[in-house]
């Protein structure tokens, strides 16, 4: 079985996409919402009979229909596809769970979440560039659907707005593997990068050209600074459970598979680690600032989310063990904290129907349980110890000032302070006293104990890494040590 | 006698911090199962990390645990001083809160650097290769390390944060601000800072600084809490005095009056306290003629104001006098007179609010004003006994807690003999109480004491307006921002060209 695992773990999901539409013709009340549940836990399972083997250090290679790997595409599961795919399953749990809950999702959405999902597991998985492109166009068509679920003007111009910008990126993409392509003759991630060096030699320019384009397109995809504009409209225009989504799984494809390339053509040629520090701070202040003057709640988030990409991204460009180890651990528990924050500010959103700050006062008296879970959340994301957040940060923090970046780790700092400005701006007016009796017709959805167990699950996980950071190493150790034996 | 406590994490410094701090916190509980009426759960919760907190940050044996439990420290007193959850009191706790958050920032970074230089947390091996000289980039750590105990123990010019936590918070939680959580920062000098002797003289400058303009600002104040609030700051100011004049007397005098002024800072806001919970009024112009109403509260606030001034034989007094005998060897006129005019402004002040709250004729609707609960007196009580326990056996005080600490620094231990009760000492009280009264006097036939007229010149207002930049910047860059796709379109494509050209300069 074990040896199967990387095709089962894609499969799995993939075919209970097709499964959901098929609970039509079965008398089973909520049958889509099960065949997705069991799914993710398939996959889950899967993941966890082949953990003992991927965590010791052994890779499962797996070749579609047997093709080796020069002509056929090969899948593998090593420590750092596993890392990400743990933290797919997690997220995609959740974002299961707090959809249960909401009656509006038929099966076209679970549909189209499992066909996300296992274009995620995909892109953790494969080692072939032009499979990668294809999983990646396969999440980005099920999520521009997914942004518009709702059929608004507004959500179908913010999912219109993120395929324009991404796409133009990512036509450049196969641009890339073509020349890739042609100058290597093989589309393996591995023979490729065997080639890499030989190619610096003869035609850099070329490589400056593929890397670029690279850059732009991962960059792209995990909301990089100045190429983050599709970020706030998309976060903030989708349904609750796609913005957990989209800020929670398909940012972190982008930094996943931006590492996985980089690490595997590029570590050596050229200063490419020293870009993407600058760029991460760059990120990081500018989705600081940015979240500071917004008005809206969920663009708050999102514009949060770039700020802890920045974070992200700092670490990997370090590009020392510890750096890494700290954006990795970042990543995980970013995906945590800010899905769960999309969550509570779908319930509040869901319950007030106001969707700017100003006229959410008051929120803890009406929801108590979610104004707390969202303060603590955003402690966690904020950094203040007994968190995971402070975990992760201190990593890179510590990974910064051991190369000597002083300034980068001022900046870092500032960051914290900034998204702690910020944060308990929200906070303040969570917890006025005055509640806002502003008067609009607007029927509030029943919330159900599904999304509020999935915002409590959510703030476990965070308190529990928080108080035993331990417990994340074994799968995170495993993963570093993928990208820098 | 202190050999015994060896089983305590650290040393003698931690016993003596972490033992005040167990003493106090009860008499604060005691306090607030009466004074806070509504809102129990709201207030405990809070109460009981803050106490967990403080305890941590003395009890810590390395700098991680210190800066976690200061982090618990910041956040769990955020939510006492919001506590009736008003807007005034969400804005006070805001900037409460981002400001210890830049100082607990600060000595984040300057954690972090040591440890990568050192691979270490730990107090002991740290100070053991400080004293070798082993560590590198050792300006850049401490200026870092300084800045954010400055924040955190409210120091001119860092001091903005805390006139409006105090008044905000209620008042067990501001006589626990007060007496506990600002000498966190005093304990974190006194950590780090004692080796390097090169920030000495800046310590000194800034307790002057903090002792004068504290008290100046403080005898402006209506607001019987803000009033505290400013003069907790000027009593910062002398403690900073005595770290940094340093040897045996400055040091000795300095944690002297870090552990009086707890005390006696914590009699007042419970004195204040109680004189809020029965008449509901903070404000100065409002109060007058409780002395026959309150004689108990009257009779311990006297004993905290004499204390606070200075005045024998209460332990204020004897700090004073130690610091005040060090400025003397260090020889510095200029010093020897900030001292004795913030004597006499503190002084003044605490005249000014004795006469203001507890003489003169009762206000109007005050007429059933009563005594406060027995449960509220008793902690004053004790802390009043303190005043003067301390005051009358200070010797036996510097003997079994302050000696240890010295000698583990280092510092010789000359403190025996110097004479507190000379006849110089008593001049000096004289003087101060004479120069008090005459600023009295005339600050208020000239109408400088209580009156509202506004600054020109305000800290505040400088570190509000680098807020206000930040946020302007913020919408700056927003506004900067295209909004057109086309635009975005055409920006993909630049980011290409920009990112090869980049890669094609470096490489």
Same mark, same amino acid.
């Given at each position: ?16 996409a ?77 974002l299961?769970?707090?959809s249960?809950?909401v009656?509006l999702y038929a099966r076209r959405y679970y549909s189209l979440l499992l066909i996300a999902l296992?274009a995620l ?14 999983f990646f166009e396969i999440l980005a068509v099920s999520s521009y659907v997914l942004i518009a679920y709702k059929r608004r003007p507004r959500t179908l111009k913010a999912s219109f707005r993120y395929l324009m910008i991404t796409e133009s990126a990512w036509v ?45 397109a991962?960059?792209i995809k995990c909301g990089?600074?100045?190429l983050h504009s599709w970020i706030p409209e998309a976060h903030s225009q989708a349904p609750t459970p796609v913005s957990g989504l989209l800020s929670g799984l398909i940012l972190k494809a982008g ?41 809206e709640l969920k663009k708050?988030l999102a514009y949060?989310s770039i ?31 800010k899905t769960?924050?999309f969550?509570?500010a779908g319930?509040?959103i ?5 969707w ?130 | ?9 650290? %040393? ?75 807007? %005034? ?370 800290? %505040? ?20 921002q295209f909004r057109s796709l086309n635009f975005h379109l055409?920006w993909v ?15």
């Open positions: 079985m074990a040896e199967h695992a990387p095709i089962l773990i894609i499969v799995f999901p993939l075919l209970a097709f499964l959901t539409h098929l609970t039509k013709y079965v008398k089973l009340e909520r049958g889509a919402e099960l065949v997705a549940f069991a799914s993710m836990l398939a996959s889950l399972s899967v993941l966890v009979i082949s953990a003992p083997a991927v965590l010791a250090g052994r890779v499962i290679s797996y070749n579609i229909g047997g093709w080796t790997a020069p002509l056929g595409i090969s899948l593998v599961l090593d420590g750092f596809s596993f890392f990400f795919c743990i933290v797919i399953v997690v997220i995609g749990l959740l299961i769970l707090y249960l809950g009656y296992s597991f995909g892109i953790a998985l494969t080692r072939d560039l032009f499979n990668l492109y294809v450049f993409f196969l641009l890339a593997i073509a020349m890739l392509y042609g100058l290597t003759g093989t589309l393996n991630m591995d023979g490729i990068a065997q080639k890499i060096p030989m190619i610096y030699q003869s035609s850099p320019y070329s490589l400056f050209i593929i890397f670029s384009i690279m850059l732009v991962f960059g990089m600074a100045p930094i996943f598979a931006m590492l996985r390339v980089f690490y595997l053509f590029f570590v050596g040629v050229g200063p490419f680690s020293t870009i993407l520090l600058y760029v991460g701070l760059i990120t990081l202040l500018f989705g600081a600032l940015m979240a500071l003057v917004q008005d708050l949060s700020n802890q990409i920045g974070f992200i991204l700092v670490g990997i460009g370090i590009g020392t063990t510890l750096g890494l180890k700290g954006a990795l651990f970042h990543l995980l528990n970013h995906a945590i904290m769960g924050l969550f509570c319930i509040i869901s319950q007030t129907g106001f700017k700050i100003e006229r959410l006062r008051g929120v803890y008296k009406r929801m108590p349980g979610v104004a707390i879970s969202f303060f603590l959340l955003s402690l966690a994301i904020v950094g203040i110890p007994f968190f995971n957040g402070f975990a992760s940060k201190l990593l890179v923090i510590l990974a910064t000032l051991k190369q000597m970046y002083y300034i980068p780790g001022i900046i870092l700092l500032l960051g914290i302070v900034i998204s702690a400005a910020y944060y308990f701006k929200v906070l303040r007016i969570f917890f006025n006293p005055e509640e806002s009796r502003e008067v609009h017709d607007f029927v509030p959805r029943p919330v159900g104990p599904f999304e509020h167990f999935a915002v409590y699950l959510c703030v476990v996980f965070c308190v529990v890494i928080g108080i035993f950071p331990g417990i994340i190493f074994p799968i995170l150790e495993p993963a570093v040590k993928v990208l820098l034996p | 006698m202190i050999s015994q406590f060896q089983f305590f994490p650290v %040393d003698s410094l931690s016993f003596i911090m972490g033992s005040l701090a167990l003493l106090l916190l009860p008499l604060i509980l005691i306090y607030s199962v009466k004074y806070i009426r509504t809102h129990h759960i709201h207030y405990f919760i809070p109460f009981f990390i803050l106490a967990l907190g403080i305890i941590g940050v003395f009890f810590s044996k390395d700098f991680l645990g210190f800066f976690v439990f200061l982090e618990l420290v910041t956040l769990s007193s955020y939510f006492l001083i919001i506590q009736p959850w008003m807007e %005034d009191t969400l804005a006070a706790g805001f900037k409460y809160l981002i400001m210890n958050l830049i100082g607990g920032v600060l000595i984040l970074f300057s954690v972090l650097i040591l440890y990568s230089q050192t691979g270490s947390f730990d107090f002991i091996e740290i100070s053991k290769l400080l004293s070798v000289g082993a560590i590198g980039k050792l300006p850049l750590i401490s200026i870092a390390f300084l800045l954010g105990c400055l924040i955190k123990c409210g120091a001119i010019p860092f001091h903005t944060w805390l006139p409006d936590a105090h008044p905000a918070a209620p008042s067990p939680i501001s006589a626990l601000l007060s007496g506990l959580v600002i000498n966190i920062g005093v304990y974190g000098i006194l950590r780090f800072m004692f080796t390097l002797k090169i920030f000495f003289p800046v310590l000194v400058w800034i307790g002057v600084g903090s002792m004068l303009f504290g008290v100046i600002l403080a005898l402006r104040q209506t607001n019987i809490k803000r009033l505290l609030a400013y003069s907790s700051i000027s009593q910062m100011g002398y403690i900073l005095l005595g770290i940094g004049i340093g040897g045996g007397l400055g040091l000795g005098g300095g944690i002297f009056h870090a552990i009086n002024h707890a005390v006696f800072k914590m009699l007042l806001f419970l004195c204040a306290g109680a004189v809020i919970y029965v008449t509901g009024e903070r404000q100065l112009k409002h109060l007058g003629g409780l002395m026959t109403r309150m004689p108990v509260t009257a009779a311990f606030f006297i004993i905290g104001a004499l204390s606070i001034s200075g005045i024998p034989p209460f332990n204020g007094f004897v700090s004073k006098s130690i610091i005040s005998a060090a400025v003397v060897t260090g020889r510095e006129p200029m010093i020897k007179i900030a001292m004795i005019l913030t004597a006499a402004g503190t002084f003044a002040l605490f005249f000014k609010m004795f006469k203001q709250i507890f003489l003169g004729d009762l206000s109007a609707g005050k007429w059933n004003v009563k005594e406060a609960p027995v449960i509220m007196l008793f902690p004053m009580f004790l802390l009043a006994s303190a005043c003067l326990g301390m005051g009358v056996m200070w010797r036996r005080v510097l003997v079994v807690f302050i000696y240890p600490v010295l000698g583990q620094y280092g510092a010789n231990t000359v403190l025996s003999v110097h004479k507190i009760w000379s006849l110089e000492s008593l001049l000096h009280t004289l003087i101060v109480i004479g120069l008090g009264l005459v600023i009295y006097g005339v600050g208020m036939r000239m109408g400088w004491l209580g009156s509202a007229v506004p600054w020109i010149f305000s800290v %505040d207002r400088i570190y509000v307006s680098i807020g206000r930049l930040i946020v302007m910047l913020g919408n700056i860059i927003r506004d900067l055409l494509f630049l980011m290409l060209l920009l990112f090869y050209f980049l890669f094609r300069f470096i490489a």
